[in-house]
């Protein structure tokens, strides 16, 4: 994986309209960009779809980047976060079950690694999740890892769709927060 100021010339070549970029960026990203869609879609023929859709959106929205918002890689991992869970949500799919009692929840949340190099530290991870109580931490790990929409979180837990979103807002700002600190 090439290091940030590199992405970030390709995404700032690829918003001038250089496609010799995209391709550079695909070869470069595909791999990791296409098991986090994988991981999410759990269909090798969709995935690849999404993938496509990805760079499309990346090669639309390069000029959209501020790499004071964060990593390059991490802003590409959230487009295809975002177009495989729209693709999840279109199917009615869920993939997630609930926990058996004693199951380590961190098994259910996708892995973006391809083994080469890390886009999230899973240690950090696991401690930030760790501190978040039981039903916190599945309705963020439902949400952000399997798309489960806020009415169906409302439904799944019991509780209102606005309480519902209060734990989604606060429990990224708490998990950002614990991620930060522990970087």
């Known amino acids: 994986m090439p290091d940030d100021d590199l992405l970030q010339a390709r995404l700032t070549a690829i918003a001038g309209g250089d496609q010799a970029a995209l391709k550079a960026l695909y070869d470069e990203t595909g791999a990791k960009l296409f098991g986090l869609v994988l991981r999410i879609v759990r269909n090798r023929e969709a995935a690849e779809d999404v993938l496509q859709d990805v760079y499309l959106r990346i090669w639309q929205k390069a000029g959209a980047y501020a790499p004071t918002a964060g990593r390059p ?51 950090a991870l696991a401690l930030c999740l760790g501190r978040f109580d ?50």
Request: a negative charge.
């Open 73 to 123: 890689i991490t802003w590409m991992c959230a487009i295809a976060r975002n177009r495989a869970i729209d693709v999840v949500r279109a199917r009615k799919e869920t993939t997630l079950t609930d926990l058996v009692e004693g199951e380590d929840w961190m098994n259910q949340v996708p892995d973006p690694h391809d083994g080469e190099s890390d886009i999230l530290d899973r240690g």
């Open 134 to 183: 039981a039903v916190h931490r599945q309705c963020l790990v439902l949400a952000y890892c399997e798309g489960f929409s806020r009415e169906e979180l409302a439904a799944r837990f019991g509780r209102p769709v606005n309480t519902i979103k209060t734990w989604l807002h606060r429990g990224l700002a708490n998990l950002r927060s614990c991620l930060d600190a522990n970087a």
